[in-house]
């Protein structure tokens, strides 16, 4: 007769294979519809480059990998930094660094009012918030060019007002892209903020006033370590969508001021090169891969510090 230790191993075990049963569906949804393509595109970045714009099954080659960061001079066949691709690296870095600042400069006191209404009034401030979100992305990016384009709203006031006389070309540049990812993310930055702040016990900030702290030292030494957290996690969901973002820079950029996304379809359409197109979007996918660790690594030091 078992005893009954073995009787609850047993009935683990058995527990154990029904989970894996039961969650069998999703994980297989899962590698077909996620990491299955992924390492499609691997197996195409390290291909040789095809024809018409396929590649050559079975055929081993790195000019994908090489193509990202150097380029072969078509005289005497020498490799030289890959000029291009490095600016739109850089572009795309860049601009989702500056996205990201100021999605937080302006999300921060947003999260902080809304925080600080009365519970009856908090979720209607919410509501507005994510009431962007209700309209396609396209939609959103094509009424920001309505209002920095030449005749747009923002040129007309300044005319309007006499600041200017002649309107200031924003449409085609990185202005107009930067604006664009501020306007589209920044629900994305303040949700999180005010998920932290709505947690925040205020008597803190209370006590801080009556020990002579001015509203600096407030929000440096109180407010902002406790919704460190909140920040960490909003900058991760601007920073990552802004580093691939396509259609903002598309249609904001007026395809002269590319950026990764755009890059990546560039060699999968007109370009012709699914190795290159592959390997720039592994290189994406691991920059975002960056980011995520930062993103973990500083959450588990906050963790553990108020823990």
């Given at each position: ?141 094509f009424a920001m060019q309505q209002v920095i ?125 699914w190795p290159l197109g592959a390997a720039i ?26 823990g």
């Amino acid at each position: 007769m078992a005893s009954a230790e073995e009787t609850a191993r047993a009935a683990d075990r058995k527990d154990i294979r029904e989970r894996w049963l039961l969650s069998a569906p999703a994980l297989a949804i899962i590698f077909v519809a996620a990491i299955g393509p992924l390492f499609v595109m691997l197996a195409y970045s390290f291909m040789m480059k095809g024809d018409y714009g396929d590649v050559k099954p079975w055929t081993f080659s790195l000019d994908g990998w090489t193509s990202v960061l150097f380029q072969r001079d078509i005289f005497d066949d020498t490799l030289g930094l890959a000029d291009a691709h490095l600016t739109i690296l850089w572009r795309s870095i860049r601009l989702s660094f500056y996205t990201t600042l100021l999605t937080l400069i302006f999300g921060f006191p947003t999260a902080y009012f809304i925080s600080t209404r009365a519970p009856t009034t908090r979720e209607i401030w919410v509501f507005l918030v994510t009431i962007p979100f209700w309209t396609n992305l396209l939609i959103r990016t094509f009424a920001m060019q309505q209002v920095i384009r030449n005749e747009g709203l923002v040129n007309t006031a300044l005319i309007w007002l006499g600041v200017i006389e002649r309107p200031l070309q924003i449409m085609n540049t990185d202005v107009a892209i930067l604006l664009g990812m501020v306007y589209v993310y920044l629900p994305l930055m303040v949700l999180p903020l005010y998920a932290s702040m709505e947690k925040l016990d205020f008597r803190l900030v209370e006590a801080g006033y009556d020990l002579y702290a001015s509203r600096w030292q407030v929000l440096r030494r109180i407010i902002f370590p406790l919704v460190k957290p909140g920040v960490i996690a909003g900058s991760i969901l601007v920073f990552i969508p802004s580093l691939g973002a396509y259609v903002i820079p598309r249609v904001l950029g007026g395809g002269k001021n590319m950026m990764l996304g755009n890059l990546i379809e560039l060699q999968f359409g007109s370009g012709r090169n699914w190795p290159l197109g592959a390997a720039i979007s592994i290189t994406l996918m691991v920059l975002v891969m960056i980011a995520l660790l930062f993103y973990v690594r500083n959450v588990s030091k906050s963790e553990t510090g108020h823990g």
